[in-house]
């Protein structure tokens, strides 16, 4: 498969010089010379929302105790999140189809920090869920948009790495922002950790206003364009093994403060230094999963879920002790995320004329994924198998997306057999 047939966002359109104008490429006036200050904002964007998704699982029994709720009920919070992403990367991408991207990131992000404004001031479970599901609305047509941005800056035949810089901030936040929030909410409170958030998003909402060339390269398309990626069944295929494949990663990460504290005994201190963990293993996977996506249309999927059914294997069986639980936290990170970058360039390979929508629809099945990945691993300690069986929560999951995407490869191998 040629690079050029394989990525979506190799667009002529958008892959003028960064800054150049649509009506007057190449003029000096409009160039952006350093390409680095546009991705910077743009990852700057996505560490924030990052920050805001991962630190409410790093948090949750700060606030499941405030509000008088018990873990798995507080888990209605973070599902409500990941609900507003599902539902507002399709509507909101297709609301504003015809918008500058530029313009479209910087309403996004406005529209953040309002939601995580409120989910600070939210005093039950209810308007929590509805202050966290406005947060979330904006994340899935941030990444479409960013990814668009992303490639135009980077150029063409690069559509892999583009969305893994863009995905990078989101990772880094695992790494540093969740972290540093948890520990913000253990040591200030959970709503401040929200406000942190909010002030942030305000700091990313100015990088991009001064640093996104505004362009006419980067303006929106006719929504028909847009919704005519969503006839095609291999677009729903590739989401479908991202929505159930992806899960495992959340399914373990949203009960990461109980694995540490009740499964494995460490004090509450090492939820911070295990969040880090898992997002130095996230961060290592989308750099590998960036590089081979835009060489191989299928390795990073098969690699990446492959691998991920091993480690959680071992989770599951000795999470209990530290020294294992650690690595294993690592291993899950990496896998999943290695995985990422190639559902992103085989939705755009498969609807090159939507990327904008694709990339939400990414974050779109992630985020279903999230949703879905821990409410498995709430039902599983509901039903008494301990804090460390929503690991196998996330085994079935993982294996689910594997043998689906198999099925899918066999169908398109027989497909391409018969004609």
């Known amino acids: 498969m040629s690079k050029s047939a394989s990525l979506a966002l190799d667009d002529p359109r958008l892959h003028r010089p960064a800054g150049a104008s649509a009506h007057a490429p190449g003029h000096p006036s409009s160039i952006v010379q350093n390409k680095t200050l546009p991705l910077l904002a743009l990852a700057l964007g996505s560490f924030v929302i990052g920050t805001s998704e991962f630190a409410s699982m790093g948090i949750i029994q700060l606030f499941s105790e405030s509000l008088g709720l018990t873990v798995p009920e507080a888990t209605n919070a973070i599902t409500a999140y990941a609900s507003g992403v599902v539902i507002g990367a399709p509507l909101v991408t297709l609301a504003a189809a015809r918008l500058n991207r530029r313009t479209l990131l910087l309403m996004l992000m406005a529209l953040f920090v309002v939601g995580n404004l409120l989910s600070a001031m939210a005093d039950n479970l209810g308007w929590l869920m509805v202050a966290r599901f406005i947060s979330g609305m904006p994340q899935g ?50 709503r401040e950790t929200y406000v942190a958030v909010a002030v942030l998003a305000a700091f990313a909402f100015a990088s991009i206003y001064r640093w996104v060339p505004q362009t006419d390269a980067l303006n929106g398309v006719p929504v028909v364009q847009e919704l005519s ?3 095609k069944g291999s677009v729903w295929g590739v989401m479908l093994v991202a929505a159930i494949g ?60 492959g691998s991920a059914l091993v480690i959680l294997a071992g989770l599951a069986f000795g999470g209990a002790n530290p020294w294992l639980l650690f690595p294993a936290l690592f291993g899950v990170g990496a896998a999943m995320m290695v995985a990422i970058p190639t559902i992103q360039v085989r ?33 599983t300690i509901d039903a008494g198998f301990g804090l460390l ?31």
């Open 246 to 305: 992806v899960g495992s990663i959340f399914a373990v990460y949203t009960f990461i403060g109980p694995i540490v504290t009740d499964a494995t005994h460490l004090s509450a201190t090492m939820i911070p230094i295990a969040l880090t963990v898992f997002g130095m293993g996230m961060t290592t996977g989308n750099l590998i999963g960036g590089q081979l996506a835009d060489r191989y249309p299928a390795r990073g999927i098969i690699l990446g879920y």
């Open 347 to 379: 939705l755009t390979r498969f609807a090159p004329e939507a990327p904008s929508l694709m990339g939400a629809m990414n974050l779109a099945s992630l985020n279903a994924a999230n949703a879905l990945g821990a409410w498995m691993g709430g039902l």
């Open 141 to 190: 047509a941030y990444f479409g948009a960013g990814a668009v941005v992303a490639s135009h800056v980077v150029g063409q035949g690069h559509a892999g790495k583009a969305f893994a810089i863009v995905m990078t901030g989101l990772t880094v936040a695992t790494i540093f922002g969740s972290p540093l929030a948890t520990f913000m909410g253990q040591t200030l409170g959970w």
């Open 229 to 231: 990626a969503l006839r």
């Open 389 to 419: 069986s929503p690991a196998w929560a996330g085994f079935g999951l993982t294996l689910a997306g594997l043998l689906l995407f198999g099925l899918t490869l066999w169908g398109r191998h027989r497909t391409a057999t018969a004609i």
